[in-house]
């Protein structure tokens, strides 16, 4: 197919996540990605600021993540998990355990972050059911959240931020605290907690769980936070009987510069989500992980079972490629790349403050954060990113990267240099 019959068929075949099928925003068809490049149909190369939405931490079409494939393809690509197991399973799932807090020691694994959303709402629900108080199946969370596309997901994301308030009427409803407005780096102020203190306070007969994600808020506003609030929320749950959720599907893998964003606390959680970074951005995979008190609780209450089981759950290529992924992260002293991506990305975005159209610049880890004062033009904007040789991909009016940690500091530099060019460009247009 030539470049463009591709993209004519594309537009009047397919979905693309958050678009319309007859006002479709641009799409680049892309033949190979390597590295940190992207290959488009049409000879043009691309650096990846995205690294696919959090997951291609090692870069694309790495070696060792190859070799993982490959070698699992030759004893079998999938079993079901119903009675039969697996060595992928069973040795990603003690991975997992290794490197988590400790308190989490058992791993549920399935398809995609926002299922493993689903099902760690499900096992807090089951928990406090087991346990006699079967009218604790409310959630607590804070604004500006994104968890994910499903139904139980949605409940829980910000309706505004999180483009979900056509389905208010059909979804479950929680209670919403305000998000934590002290940054990543300010001193922690302890109004910031009054909200869900008060929520909690008011509704903890109903409440099953706190859900959050820690540290950094994705999708619904791209915001870091001070960690003194994990602490905070850690006491209310333990004081109200309440479960603590961490959603760290974005933030899990390096991301924000600890392996987990939890690490920026002391605080473990009761259970985690993880999935985004966990194969290394090569398939679909996500975990939900509990304490052995919570397992313990469900596997002892009235159903004796757990009650969600996936037809793909813990696929044996994802479970290879995916301890290959951890591996490789352990070998290749992602702590000091991240590091010195924050430096690059701290001083290289530091000038896009100087433009009137940008409120906000912020960095944590190797995320980067352009905030400005409208919501970007996602017919043309792309176009602008494409013809300067970098993929960047913005949202509302967040222009963000978060590129694959292999990334070399003049590739980083073409990133924020088109940034800074893009920003400005609006800036202009504005006049
Ligand atoms: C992406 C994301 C999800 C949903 O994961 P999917 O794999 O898209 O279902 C949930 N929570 C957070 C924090 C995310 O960033």
């Not at 000879?43 to 993982?68: K, Q, T, V």
């Not at 500006?144 to 309706?159: I, N, R």
């Amino acid at each position: 197919m030539t470049y463009k019959t591709l993209i004519e068929a594309d537009r009047s075949l397919l979905w693309h996540p958050y678009a319309s099928m007859v006002d479709p925003p641009p799409v680049f068809p892309v033949v190979s990605a390597t590295g940190v490049r992207l290959m488009l149909a049409d000879g043009r190369e691309l650096i990846d600021g995205m690294a696919s939405w959090w997951c291609a931490i090692h870069g694309y079409n790495h070696p060792a993540l190859n070799e993982a494939v490959t070698t699992q393809l030759k004893d079998m690509a999938h079993v079901m998990f119903g009675g039969l197991t697996h060595e992928p399973a069973v040795t990603l799932a003690q991975k997992l355990v290794e490197i988590t807090p400790r308190e989490l020691q058992t791993v549920f694994f399935a398809d995609s972050g926002s299922v493993s959303v689903e099902v760690a709402i499900k096992m807090a629900i089951q928990y406090w059911a087991a346990k006699g108080r079967p009218g604790k199946q409310k959630l607590l969370t804070i604004r500006q959240g994104y968890h994910g596309d499903t139904f139980g997901a949605m409940a829980v994301c910000d309706s505004v931020t999180g483009m979900h308030s056509l389905f208010r009427d059909v979804l479950p409803e929680h209670y919403f605290a305000d998000s934590p407005r002290t940054r990543f780096e300010d001193e922690w102020s302890d109004d910031d907690i009054e909200s869900l203190r008060a929520l909690a306070e008011n509704h903890h007969d109903d409440i099953a769980a706190v859900i959050l994600e820690p540290v950094v808020q994705g999708a619904g506003g791209m915001w870091f936070y001070n960690p003194a609030y994990l602490d905070k929320v850690r006491q209310i749950c333990d004081q109200y009987d309440l479960l603590l959720v961490f959603d760290e599907i974005a933030t899990g893998f390096g991301r924000t510069g600890k392996l987990f964003a939890c690490e920026h606390s002391r605080v473990s959680p009761d259970i985690m989500c993880l999935g985004k970074a966990l194969t290394g951005g090569y398939m679909t995979l996500a975990a939900t992980l509990t304490s052995a008190g919570v397992a313990d609780t469900i596997s002892a209450g009235g159903e004796g079972v757990f009650m969600h089981g996936p037809t793909f759950m813990a696929n044996p290529l994802a479970c290879s490629t995916a301890l290959a992924s951890i591996n490789l992260l352990e070998q290749t002293g992602w702590q000091q790349r991240v590091e010195n991506i924050q430096s690059q990305l701290q001083a290289e975005l530091a000038p896009c403050r100087q433009l009137d159209n940008v409120i906000d610049v912020r960095v944590l880890g190797a995320i980067g954060v352009v905030e400005v004062d409208r919501p970007v033009d996602m017919h043309v904007v792309p176009h602008w990113f494409v013809e300067r040789g970098v993929w960047i991909r913005p949202f509302g009016r967040l222009i963000y990267i978060m590129p694959p940690y292999m990334i070399d500091p003049g590739e980083l530099t073409e990133l924020t240099d088109a940034i800074y060019h893009v920003a400005s460009k609006l800036s202009d247009e504005k006049q």
